[in-house]
């Protein structure tokens, strides 16, 4: 039998001599006698509440998501909102959950821990999508939310995300601060696990209702819905919470033709049918594709297990199902929003969109074409709640997004929502169809108006103590001797975020990032090509985000030009020996 690690024992004898459960400490018993590694993995440190909250492995142990990790975290922040509302004794928490294994169960507990504080409760009786858990926040008047998710994770996750009052993730201050407050607690005996049960309100059907009205109000060519009502649309929830809410919101706005993948309709943790529950995987979009083909749909749609993001595909010119990635979808998104929104007079000056600073430049020259403004933020959704709630009251927020899958139309949900971009994708395609195009075309003629962009993606992994140490040294490296040239093209600019600078290469000159400070650089050349790089937040991986460009003269000419920009890519990668 491996030796046991004095500390990994430690940690688990006080769970064995404390107050927890005893099929808890029958498990514990068992991993010290059958699988020494297993208890090390499940008690070598305490799973972190990080800026977004808990994610992690299920199971016993301080590094597991379990009732007691799951109940200090909900202390920490229940003394959070005391602390942050003195007097009040009508704080209110909504609660939402997925489809995950154990998520309703933590939910309870979370539900429970904030009653047991006197916070009053809105718990979702059944799962819903985050979306409207952000939703339901700001609808009932909540100082704070959780949902229980590990979004598009391995099975044997779960997650708990924290939101605040205005229906976004935390963010600072109030997100080290309430790491702070989770920290302190170290003894689960400070936990209120019994909840008042007369402070939890089960909640469902009403917070649908006033949703999807509100979700309704949001289309732009109702008219067209009501033509193309027999638009062919195939969707798959992937196992998830989407199937509570997507294909009634497409048929409450008017379409008819809906194609559910059955197999993927059942709500399973175990995600039986996919590999990952990830709408940015081909193979999650496998069974949709084949069922497409069958009913000959014009239109894609699969959702990932907590519906907050949105993957699609449709024809291409040659009859054949084709994947659009983050950036393409975002864009037609933001093409489609703006070109309606000046037809219908809606732009008066005082619009804007938002993405993140790794998304696709082309949302940015759509925005300044239709005389909207675009703003950047940072790597993360709750950036862009953050903005609409600053500009609140002073300018109207049109449509946003980023490349990892999620967005956003209207300002009434404060993060990525899947169904409302169901919906606008659907109504899209309706557009398109109106006009003798797919969904297809409509991608290449905004290539041909604005050039071709393309983006991708390298993530380089670094595990371990040493690994994190070598994405470090990389890092500095950037910083002290930048590249002159990419590709044989001159680097004109440098964005540093965790400096808060710009450098102007050209005229040596320097200006202030208004940002929070982020470890992220970018690379700006002068043939129009971007490149980012960033140590990732949640894995042991670099990433290496590339965006190139190039005019796009005709249709004809997309095959060779999009090969061009693959090749392109493919020489910054070998320049910057990755």
């Not at 927020?397 to 490349?403: A, L, N, P, T, V």
């Amino acid at each position: 039998m491996n030796e046991i690690d004095a500390n990994v024992l430690a940690k688990a004898n006080v769970w064995l001599n404390g107050n927890y459960d005893e099929d808890t400490k029958q498990q514990i018993k068992q991993l010290i006698n059958n699988d020494p590694a297993e208890l090390t993995e499940s008690f070598y440190r305490d799973l972190e509440f990080g800026t977004g909250g808990l994610r992690g492995i299920m199971g016993v142990g301080t590094n597991r998501m379990n009732r007691y990790t799951v109940g200090m975290a909900t202390q920490g922040l229940a003394n959070y909102l005391i602390k942050m509302f003195p007097g009040r004794n009508d704080l209110k928490m909504a609660i939402a959950y997925d489809s995950r294994n154990n998520s309703k169960f933590f939910a309870q507990i979370t539900a429970e821990v904030m009653a047991a504080n006197g916070i009053k409760v809105f718990l979702f009786k059944e799962l819903r999508p985050t979306p409207e858990l952000s939703f339901a926040i700001r609808q009932l008047g909540c100082q704070s939310g959780v949902v229980i998710t590990a979004s598009h994770n391995p099975k044997e996750y779960n997650g708990y995300k924290a939101y605040w009052e205005d229906g976004g993730q935390l963010i600072s201050p109030h997100d080290t601060n309430v790491i702070d407050e989770v920290q302190k607690i170290k003894d689960i005996n400070d936990v209120k696990f019994t909840g008042n049960a007369s402070l939890i309100e089960l909640i469902g059907e009403e917070v649908d209702k006033v949703y999807l009205e509100k979700l309704k109000s949001l289309s732009l060519s109702p008219d067209l819905i009501i033509k193309h009502k027999d638009l062919s649309i195939v969707y798959t929830p992937l196992h998830g919470t989407g199937i509570t809410l997507v294909p009634r919101a497409l048929k409450e706005l008017g379409f008819e033709n809906i194609h559910i993948v059955e197999e993927q309709a059942v709500s399973d943790g175990n995600f039986p049918t996919i590999k990952s529950p990830n709408p940015e995987e081909k193979a999650a979009l496998e069974m949709a594709i084949e069922k497409a083909k069958i009913v000959n749909a014009s239109l894609v749609l699969a959702t990932d297990p907590d519906a907050d993001r949105v993957g699609i595909a449709v024809k291409n010119d040659k009859d054949e199902y084709v994947l659009f990635n983050g950036n393409q979808t975002a864009s037609v998104l933001i093409y489609y929003l703006l070109k309606k929104w000046n037809e219908l007079g809606k732009i008066k000056g005082k619009e804007f969109i938002v993405k993140t600073i790794v998304t696709s430049e082309l949302l940015k020259d759509i925005a300044i074409k239709n005389s909207v403004e675009c703003f950047d933020v940072l790597t993360g959704f709750k950036y862009i709640a953050d903005i609409i709630k600053t500009l609140e009251g002073q300018k109207t927020f049109i449509g946003g997004g980023e490349e990892s899958y999620g967005f956003l139309v209207g300002d009434f949900v404060r993060d990525k929502d899947a169904v409302i971009s169901c919906c606008i994708i659907a109504e899209m395609a309706a557009w398109a169809a109106e006009n003798n195009k797919t969904f297809y075309d409509i991608l290449i003629d905004l290539y041909t108006e604005y050039g071709f962009y393309k983006e991708d993606l390298l993530s380089i992994t670094k595990k371990g103590k040493s690994g994190a140490e070598e994405i470090q040294h990389m890092m500095d490296n950037y910083r002290k001797q930048p590249p002159v040239e990419i590709n044989n093209s001159k680097v004109v600019m440098i964005k540093d975020y965790e400096f808060s600078k710009e450098i102007d290469v050209l005229n040596n000159t320097t200006k202030k990032i208004e940002l929070p400070t982020s470890n992220v650089l970018q690379f700006y050349t002068e043939d129009g090509s971007k490149i980012t790089v960033r140590p990732s937040g949640t894995e042991p991986k670099i990433k290496f985000y590339f965006g190139v460009k190039e005019a796009l003269n005709s249709k004809a000419d997309y095959e060779a030009v999009n090969e061009k920009l693959n090749l392109k890519i493919k020489k910054i990668i070998a320049s910057m020996n990755l």
